[in-house]
């Protein structure tokens, strides 16, 4: 009775904190995208659901991220008081082991680890599919916001954009050329300026742009069988207006575009994957049926010397008889014109064999670094929910050593403990998409160096003996 009292102790300690670093964390997680993303998202007359419809569905990838950082800070101030108040030293007289006493938190992290796992795999995916598409949506609300510098865009039906320089506000353009497409009412002309500003007519769907200090290439249509023309003419100031009646915003089928590895399930993934992995096989033996070689008997040459210097054969008999050759094949042709083409023939065939192989290896490699990239995404879906599993392992002990249980001491314990593990999946992942690694060692190298540290501290508490005397 006396343990399950503690247990029920130990799981109250946990609820507060664990509550109050997932709110604070979502916080600051959604600060931070509203000071990257606000300036795309206001100014463009968005309906208010709009906007709180893209904010919540950012939360989801934000809650993967708190709830695992919450689940440790959470451990290290529980534990932390705990032994601050030194009742560990009680419950140890009293025949208790660690083990038993961060039992409960163990299963709730391991249970909070198979409900991260669903919600990764079922609700983060779509919710990252919408927001993908509802960003579509609102770039395309107004086409000044989407213009780079010494990018193309072609936003405008109609039109091709290119400018070298941008103002901050998007409304002043330098080094501006236009591509004006050919419709029924217009030729087709290319329009080039050395700044411009472009501004929204109130109360319409209409678009200006003022043109200065440039010129007008204009195709004209020239009579069968004449040269086409080009009408160079030169301009002051020049107008454009552009008609984004079609360009307000409106919500498409997120279902018509396309989904990536952010956007799928595992068994999506999977299947992909293994379909993937069929056209690799496909191409091997359609590379192996093609390249079927006859080796000849003969004295061989090298490699390089066929491909690039196979046999030399002489004009100089004047008869043109065949001449001797190291392939049995070729000295069976009675003139030298015939070694000859033979030759080219099957230089050739090489050649063409070699850039099979290339093309091919090619696409074996790309599709082998796909497989990574999902093999990548799958793995993480399980790796980041179990680490509230390896951050109770971690902190329960590291909070009773320490001996502090306030929360900021173990706020920065917890966020550089975190940093290690997030970098260790960032960087696990991009090594793993290159084929360095695999993706297994990339996306749980930080949760077996966290629990191997884990079950350490665990040994050091639990038997009192320091960690050297794992070596002695």
């Known amino acids: 009775m006396r343990i399950n009292a503690l247990q029920r102790d130990v799981i109250r300690r946990h609820v507060g904190p664990f509550l109050f670093c997932s709110a604070t964390i979502l916080f600051l997680l959604l600060m931070q995208f509203l000071i990257l993303y606000l300036d795309k998202i206001i100014g463009k007359g968005l309906p208010f659901w709009v906007i709180l419809e893209l904010i919540l569905m950012q939360v989801p990838s934000m809650v993967v991220l708190a709830v695992p950082m919450s689940v440790l800070v959470s451990t290290l101030i529980a534990f932390g008081q705990f032994s601050e108040q030194n009742e560990l030293t009680a419950v140890k007289a009293a025949g208790i082991s ?96 050395r700044w411009g500003i472009l501004s929204a ?61 952010r956007t799928m399930s595992a068994q999506a993934m999977a299947a992909v994957r293994d379909s993937l992995n069929e056209i690799i096989l496909q191409d091997l033996a359609t590379m192996m049926e093609r390249q079927s070689l006859v080796v000849l008997r003969g004295e061989p040459l090298p490699a390089d010397s066929l491909i690039t210097t196979p046999i030399r054969l002489s004009n100089s008999d004047s008869s043109g008889a065949a001449v001797r050759t190291p392939y049995v094949t070729l000295n069976r042709l009675r003139t030298i014109d015939d070694q000859r083409f033979t030759t080219l023939q099957s230089l050739q065939i090489v050649r063409n064999a070699i850039a099979d192989i290339e093309g091919i290896k090619g696409g074996v490699q790309w599709r082998f670094e796909r497989m990574a990239q999902y093999l990548v995404e799958i793995h993480k879906k399980l790796a980041i929910p179990m680490a509230c599993v390896v951050f109770v392992l971690l902190g329960a002990p590291l909070g009773m050593l320490v001996r502090k249980g306030n929360l900021g001491f173990h706020a920065v314990l917890s966020t550089v403990l975190f ?39 665990l040994y050091r508490l639990s038997t009192e003996r320091r960690l050297k005397d794992l070596w002695s």
């Open 98 to 193: 660690p083990w038993k006493l961060m039992s409960p938190i163990l299963v709730l992290g391991l249970l909070l680890s198979v409900f991260m796992a669903w919600f990764s795999n079922w609700v983060l995916p779509e919710a990252n599919f919408k927001a993908k598409s509802l960003f579509i949506d609102i770039r395309m609300k107004k086409p000044g916001f989407d213009l780079k510098p010494n990018l193309f865009y072609d936003g405008i039906a109609g039109y091709t954009f290119h400018a070298s320089r941008i103002s901050e506000d998007a409304d002043t353009l330098h080094d501006i050329t236009i591509f004006q497409d050919q419709t029924e009412k217009r030729e087709q002309a290319v329009i080039g300026a």
């Open 201 to 261: 007519i109130d109360e319409s769907s209409m678009l200006e742009l003022n043109l200065h200090d440039g010129m007008v290439f204009r195709y004209l249509a020239a009579p069968m069988g004449e040269a086409q023309r080009i009408e160079e003419t030169k301009f002051g100031h020049y107008l454009i207006r552009f008609d984004l009646s079609d360009l307000q915003f409106s919500r498409t089928n997120p279902e018509i575009r396309n989904r990536d590895d």
């Open 419 to 457: 940093t290690y593990y997030w970098i260790t999946i960032i960087q696990g992942e991009k090594m793993a998409d290159r084929l360095v690694i695999t993706p297994f060692v990339g996306m749980w190298f930080g949760n077996a160096t966290l629990a191997a540290v884990g079950f350490l501290l």
